[in-house]
């Protein structure tokens, strides 16, 4: 399970980029699931990956609309916001599965809201304060993704 550190929002937004650039590189679908106590640097990670995909302007969680959607060239990032779902069957309404359709990344923070309903995740990002700093600890759920993973 790679670690890395992120000491400061620069560094964590660097990240987010090498990561960003990493998935990139899967040709199919994508659902990571981004873990962390509100503050932890899930929606300043999101801004990283968005940047890596060319999106230059500034990056909101979506806490009360759900899902932020941005258009690329080569795909559509999603981005997810459970924090304030009643009950994860909220998501078969909105049309979840069609999210996680063609070459779409769907980044979903607080996924344990949707239990039940979301699909297994490609890679979890668990974040947690270190200091002044964060720690992100990578689990991927398959080799392909963990061979696209940047070295630590």
């Known amino acids: ?3 890395y550190l992120a000491n400061n929002e620069t560094e964590m ?5 090498r990561l960003g650039r990493a998935f990139t590189q ?3 679908a994508l659902s990571v699931h981004l ?3 509100l503050g932890a640097g899930k929606t300043t990670l999101t801004r990283g990956i968005l940047r890596a995909f060319g999106h230059d302007g500034a990056v909101k969680s979506p806490t009360y609309t759900l899902v932020e959607a941005y258009e690329f060239p ?4 999603y981005h997810f916001d459970l924090y304030r779902l009643g009950d994860p ?3 078969e309404y909105m049309g979840i599965r069609d999210y996680f359709a063609d070459h779409n990344l769907c980044l979903i923070e607080w996924p344990a809201r949707g239990d039940g309903v979301l699909p297994v995740s490609d890679l979890v990002i668990a974040i947690s304060v270190s ?3 964060r720690r992100l600890e990578l689990q991927a759920n398959s080799s392909v993704i963990a061979a696209l993973l940047p070295s630590t």
């Open 1 to 3: 399970m790679p670690i």
């Open 13 to 17: 937004v660097a990240l987010g980029e």
């Open 26 to 28: 899967h040709p199919g």
């Open 35 to 37: 873990l962390g106590d």
């Open 74 to 77: 080569a795909r559509t990032v």
């Open 89 to 91: 069957e909220e998501l």
């Open 131 to 133: 200091g002044d700093g």
